[in-house]
């Protein structure tokens, strides 16, 4: 069972943080809603602790978030995707993103929400009487959300405030600074060890989809790896890759994307996105649509409602550069892209050819000549789907954010960095791709785990913040108008545009924030 069906009931308990002390110009806009639970009466139970944590995790969940808008803020401003369009969705691509965006505005606040609410639950939740381990646990599940969070923030504002207290315990709100980014690196750090001691190894299986031990470790070895700390993120590493831990990568790689094969053995932690016919654009309220909506987003261009967008020719010459064992397309190369061509690859026993919603082939979709690259990794083709276009929330397919394949890739890249092309590393690398029957590697250089990530990772919401860690932002995105030609280029580049413009709602509601670097002229 899918544990976002609980989110919406604990969905009122706590308030966003930041955002909404911007609505002081109405007093008649704040007034207490008599069937909301207070702190006071309602931090009493077990079952309170349970809605609190559910609560938590609920903003995942939020169409601000995951489930639609946290996409123009990570795959849509790499170097694989050139979204159709001048808007807000592809503005922040383009380097052109401005403080009043509504759009980057609510994944902002759908962040600090997650934030908001798991201060909440660690507040509260040690002085319930339960028992103690089902207490640790939800202890633990909020500081791995809180240092998800900050992850999340650090990285794609760069100059966030650290807030690990509940919004009452706040004097002055426009008193509250923009933390060091490294003293948010340490909260993150901090909070992950804490998750590590108090998390479990495993759910019951109606609780499948909260996060583990594993899923911690995981986050605290990514965010060493960010880091440069590559000792720390290498010893972090090994834990996941030690046999006892359970995780492993699946045997066919295209079930870290199928609604049948959700929360399996590789997957460290994934979104859980449910398709119950619901709609709506209410954030995590009762009643309204947690699908993957962002599939309108990824969708092919006249198989959604949306502008879409296509993908540059690179990624596939990438793709195509190197051929399988048996002399074939990289089996990958299908479930990511939906391009030009008959060839096809024998996979699992499966034939994969190009193609994307109820089976159309591209020449059939477009004609012979069109050679535009298309998304198809998410897509849920085997649900049924005639295409995108029929709706929001349409598919419940999982959106995995944590794979063992990331982590032995990410293992392999810190051992590089620590040790250059070792056997340590060589094997990890080639773990990967013997699943795809892609050759190993017998030498390895840090392209080739760049290149490799690309190939296994690609629309998975890592490459931008992988460009922004690595320093290639500029060389990559910035100085290549071509990587972003369908909405404009990226003539509106400024040092400091690699991270996103504070939103004005913010400033406007601080004495003390300033804006990022490159949004002031």
């Known amino acids: 069972m899918k544990i976002n069906k609980i989110f919406p009931i604990a969905g009122m308990l706590t308030m966003l943080l930041l955002g909404h002390t911007a609505c002081d110009e109405s007093k008649i806009l704040e007034q207490t809603n008599p069937n909301a639970p207070a702190a006071s009466t309602f931090w009493q139970t077990a079952d309170d602790a349970k809605k609190g944590i559910m609560g938590a995790y609920a903003p995942f969940t939020d169409i601000w978030y995951y489930t639609r808008f946290e996409v123009f803020v990570s795959d849509y401003r790499d170097d694989l995707v050139n979204g159709y369009g001048t808007s807000e969705r592809t503005a922040a691509g383009q380097f052109a993103g401005v403080p009043e ?18 201060n909440d639950v660690l ?11 089902a207490k640790d646990n939800i202890l633990g599940e909020a500081y791995f959300i809180r240092a998800f969070n900050y992850f999340n923030l650090v990285n794609t504002w760069l100059n966030v405030p650290l807030i690990i207290v509940p919004a009452g315990e706040i004097l002055n709100t426009r008193e509250v600074p923009q933390a060091d980014p490294a003293v948010v690196w340490e909260q993150i750090e901090k909070d992950l060890l804490e998750a590590q001691k108090l998390l479990p190894s495993d759910w019951s299986e109606t609780d499948k989809g909260r996060v583990t031990n594993m899923g911690a470790t995981a986050m605290l070895g990514k965010a060493y790896l960010y880091q440069k700390k590559y000792d720390e993120a290498k010893a972090a590493f090994e834990k996941i890759l030690d046999p006892a ?3 492993g990568l699946e045997a066919d790689y295209r079930d870290n994307f199928r609604e049948a094969s959700e929360n399996n053995k590789e997957s460290l932690f994934e979104i859980q996105l449910l398709a119950d016919g619901n709609q709506g654009w209410c954030a995590d309220c009762a009643s309204h649509g947690t699908g993957a909506a962002f599939h309108q987003d990824l969708a092919p261009q006249s198989y959604t409602g949306q502008d879409g967008m296509r993908i540059n020719q690179w990624a596939l010459d990438l793709f195509l550069d190197e051929t399988t064992i048996n002399g074939e397309i990289d089996p990958r190369a299908f479930t990511t892209l939906f391009w030009n061509t008959t060839e096809t690859t024998t996979y699992q026993g499966d034939v994969l050819q190009s193609a994307t919603y109820e089976g159309t082939s591209f020449q059939d979709a477009y004609g012979a000549t069109d050679q535009r690259i298309f998304a198809s ?10 295409a995108a276009s029929i709706g929001w929330h349409f598919s419940g397919n999982n959106l995995r954010l944590i794979r063992y394949a990331d982590i032995l890739l990410m293992y392999a890249e810190a051992e590089f960095e620590l040790n250059g092309s070792t056997q340590v590393a060589l094997d990890a690398i080639n773990e990967v791709r013997a699943r795809v029957d892609m050759p190993a590697f017998t030498t390895l250089t840090m392209q080739d785990i760049r290149d490799e990530r690309v190939k296994e990772l690609s629309l998975e919401r890592s490459r931008y913040y992988d460009l922004l860690r690595w320093g290639l932002v500029k060389s990559r995105i910035a100085d290549n108008s071509s990587i972003k030609s369908e909405s404009g280029g990226t003539g509106a580049y400024q040092p400091g545009r690699e991270y996103m413009a504070i939103p004005s709602i913010e400033l406007d509601n601080s004495d003390v924030f300033t804006q990022n670097p490159g949004y002031n002229n």
């Open 245 to 247: 831990s359970g995780y």
């Open 377 to 386: 990794k998410h897509l849920d083709f085997e649900q049924g789907y005639s």
């Open 101 to 118: 965006s509504n759009a980057a505005f609510w994944v902002w606040a759908a962040m600090f929400k997650g934030v908001s609410r798991a």
């Open 123 to 133: 507040a509260n939740v040690p002085d319930i009487d339960m028992d103690q381990s």
